[in-house]
């Protein structure tokens, strides 16, 4: 008896993993093909936008970088089908990831360099951070949902970005302990630009940020830290994000 165990357990091997393998894979091949198809229309909502974003077209770099993310890794299971699609996702206690066009212009006016040292506020589900990780040297991020920030933290080593450092906390405060950043990436709005945020930017660093309240809309704005400490501001797009709140909810 005990003989003809382990042609039973090949038996069950076969009938399970096989079929299993070669959905994966399957399903590999179509998430990269929608991907293509993802970056494709992401460069013509560039094209369009070319007058009020001062870009025509994303960097190779950030192009590679969005080519690269597996955002089906980030999205719940069942919104995988929609992982590509140019629209934000739901992603638990009330959050969303953000459109796949908004955080490819957000990373490309954040002009992220091979050396950068970037932080980002507002971690959501890890998929900005991903993307910025592809491109800087460190990346920190910041969410005040626990549970959000803590299942972030772990997708996020999972997948091996190890160059991304996460933790619990109010954004709006920065973090000092690691400033000054080349970059500041805020994916939730604020009212007014965070003080500590421009406090923590280098010499010649880039804050994005999307500013304005929940009824009469948002602005993505650009903020450069001149050499002589001035701040040189640009409007950029009109936007909708979810609020940058403090601790009890309210918008900061
Ligand atoms: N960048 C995210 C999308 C974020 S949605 C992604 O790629 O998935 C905005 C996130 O900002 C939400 O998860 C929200 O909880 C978080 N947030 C709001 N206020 C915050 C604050 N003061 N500090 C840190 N995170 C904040």
């Known amino acids: 008896m005990d003989s003809a165990r382990p042609g039973v357990w090949l038996l069950l091997g076969i009938l399970v993993l096989v079929p299993g393998g070669d959905m994966t894979a399957e399903a590999q091949d179509t998430y990269a093909r929608e991907r293509v198809?993802?970056?494709?229309?992401?460069?013509?909502?560039?094209?369009?936008?070319?007058?009020?974003?001062?870009?025509?077209?994303?960097?190779?770099?950030?192009?590679?970088?969005?080519?690269?993310?597996?955002?089906?890794?980030?999205v719940p299971a069942w919104e995988r089908p929609s992982a590509y699609a140019d629209?934000?996702?739901?992603?638990?206690?009330?959050?969303t990831i953000s459109q796949p066009f908004i955080v490819a212009l957000m990373t490309e006016l954040a002009d992220v360099n091979p050396g950068d040292t970037v932080l980002e506020v507002g971690t959501g589900c890890g998929y900005q951070a991903a993307v910025l990780a592809q491109l800087?040297?460190?990346?920190?991020?910041?969410?005040?949902?626990?549970p959000l920030g803590r299942e972030a933290a772990e997708r996020l080593k999972r997948l091996g970005y190890d160059n991304v450092t996460a933790r619990i906390g109010d954004g709006y405060q920065g973090w000092p302990e690691h400033a000054p950043f080349d970059a500041i990436v805020v994916t939730a709005a604020p009212r007014e630009v965070p003080q500590p945020l421009i406090d923590q930017l280098k010499s010649g660093g880039r804050l994005v940020v999307p500013v304005g309240g929940q009824i009469l809309g948002q602005t993505l704005l650009v903020l450069e830290k001149r050499p002589d400490g001035t701040i040189n501001r640009r409007e950029v797009l009109a936007v909708r994000f979810v609020p940058l709140v403090d601790e009890s909810g309210k918008q900061q």
């Open 87 to 95: 629209r934000p996702l739901p992603i638990g206690h009330g959050q």
């Open 37 to 74: 198809r993802m970056v494709e229309h992401i460069a013509m909502l560039m094209r369009e936008t070319r007058s009020e974003t001062g870009r025509a077209a994303l960097s190779d770099r950030v192009t590679a970088a969005m080519s690269t993310v597996p955002r089906h890794e980030f």
């Open 136 to 146: 800087a040297k460190t990346v920190y991020t910041i969410e005040i949902v626990e």
